[in-house]
């Protein structure tokens, strides 16, 4: 056959596609496709070669937000070292007392949380988290003669945007509290984000969760309660429902449906 007759032969779907110009559609498409492959395929093995070190990472962050709220954050020792001074115990919430069912360990709050057979739907939800866990984990501080002298208690519920995740430290009482805060959330920079701010957590060491008769008092508001100054942080400025959200989940999670329980408990000196 001729060479003029082999170029006028019918070209299969791969030679037409070389054959046309760098800036044709198919090819501007066939490199953009190309790149979103190849950077997926990047993007996906590096996700999974770095998740154990963000785990790592997260779990190194969760430990420093506990000593923080604890009081007991040095930014000169490892962490590791300064959160074997806390005792975690696996919670069984409706009972206020401590199981032996999980390894404190290896026990993942949020995973039970989601899961039917260690978790509950809830009907009266004001945290607005849907589902609670059965079993938390909680963390005692023990002084040298080996009594109680904190406890750290996490928290969580939803703000404006987001769930925020937290602790709230207790004295060896049960009812004032020594510290609160939040290490994951999302709520609106500069507003509801100023759960983060120092100042705004400094109110709320040396404040009461009851009253005398053992009413739950605490508020978050704009103005104080009757109770007192005593059960009051001030509101975030422009941050109402933040503000709502906070004030709601402290509640929740101080209340019956929460570590009132175990909290009673404490305060018998069961713990």
């Known amino acids: 056959m001729s060479d003029d007759l082999k170029d006028d032969a019918p070209k299969g779907a791969i030679r037409r596609f070389l054959a046309a110009p760098p800036d044709s559609v198919g090819k501007t498409i066939f490199v953009a496709v190309s790149v979103c492959l190849v ?6 093995a590096a996700a999974v070669a770095l998740r154990p070190i963000q785990e790592v990472n997260a779990l190194k962050d969760k430990q420093i937000n506990i000593l923080q ?33 999980f390894d404190p360990a290896t026990f993942d709050d949020r995973t039970a949380a989601d899961d039917p057979a260690t978790s509950v739907a809830l009907d009266n939800d004001p945290a607005g988290i849907v589902r609670q866990g059965k079993f938390v984990t909680v963390y005692l501080l023990r ?90 942080i001030d509101a975030l400025a422009g941050a109402t429902l933040t503000t709502v959200g906070v004030h709601n989940l402290v509640n929740f999670w101080m209340g ?16």
């Open 256 to 271: 019956e449906s929460g570590y009132k329980p175990f909290l009673d408990n404490l305060k018998a000196g069961g713990v």
């Open 69 to 101: 709220v604890a009081g007991i954050y040095d930014p000169n020792q490892d962490v590791l070292e300064s959160f074997a001074a806390f005792e975690p115990q696996v919670l069984e919430l409706a009972t206020g007392t401590f199981s032996d069912q």
């Open 39 to 44: 950077a997926s395929m990047i993007v996906s």
């Open 143 to 232: 002084d040298d003669a080996g009594a109680v002298d904190k406890v750290i208690l996490p928290i969580h519920g939803y703000g404006l945007w987001s769930t925020l995740y937290g602790f709230i430290a207790l004295e060896e009482n049960g009812n004032d509290i020594f510290g609160l805060q939040f290490y994951q959330h999302a709520e609106t920079p500069g507003l509801g984000a100023e759960v983060d701010n120092p100042r705004w957590k400094s109110l709320w060491n040396g404040k009461k969760l009851a009253d005398a008769n053992g009413e739950l008092q605490i508020s978050v508001t704009k103005t104080a309660p009757a109770a007192g100054a005593d059960h009051h």
